[in-house]
């Protein structure tokens, strides 16, 4: 473990001393699943997320509508 790896480590721990036992427990059941995951299934789900929207549209066509949409009003504020 590096010197950077503890700090980190030591820190998240000072911050769990205030948690309620039932909150820790879930904690450690959360990062016990995060554990049983491996890194393919993490990157999967990351690069799955790629391509999300989907359109036939151009990109040019999908900017000009966003800036066309754009309402801007001129409203004085008093201070």
Do not use: P, W
Request: glycine share 6%.
């Amino acid at each position: 473990m590096t010197y950077t790896d503890k700090y980190i480590v030591e820190t998240y721990a000072g911050l769990f001393a205030g948690l309620s036992d039932t909150s820790k427990r879930e904690l450690i059941e959360n990062l016990s699943k995060s554990l049983k995951t491996g890194k393919k299934t993490r990157d999967h789900k990351f690069f799955k997320s790629f391509g999300a929207f989907s359109s036939k549209k151009s990109a040019e066509s999908i900017i000009a509508d966003i800036k066309s949409s754009r309402k801007f009003t001129k409203k004085q504020i008093k201070l």
